[in-house]
């Protein structure tokens, strides 16, 4: 995985933060991390297949996607236990990881890179591993608290 690989996906989540969060999110720098990822609590994971098999991984602290849920939907969440808290980053991850798969496929035809569905996975120190991929990692600020972006690719058969 190189970093060119993970700004788009940099790219979709400040605008997507942006225009359906409507908060600003600080990006950092891309940063390798390996084969193996430490969550803060709340992950939602959107699979890639086709030109390219791994993995998008959108990260933040329980407490964040309650603020991000609220955001979306003008309830007020105190736990990540409520369907609507997991409906919520199901569908920002997925519109972050849709709008970088356009550009990549835009940028190289005939790549048809797709996405599988999201998957959210809640629960202090989940410690998350994959044998045949490395990963890129962006540690983003927002108002709402940290959020992490993940991306681990290689090429697709």
Known sequence: MSIVQIAPFVAA???VFKDMLETDIVKGQPEPEGDSFIS???SVMV???GGWEGWFLL?????TACIFARAMTGEDYDTVENEEVLYAG???ANIISGNAITTINNLQPGLNIRLAPPSVFAGQGMSMFNARLSS????????AGPVKINVAAKEGK
Request: a negative charge; proline letters at 0%.
């Open 59 to 63: 990260d933040m602290s329980q407490e």
């Open 136 to 143: 890129s990692s962006v540690l983003m600020e927002s108002a």
């Open 47 to 49: 699979g890639l297949t």
């Open 13 to 15: 989540t400040v605008k």
């Open 40 to 42: 803060r609590g709340f």
């Open 90 to 92: 199901a569908e920002i």
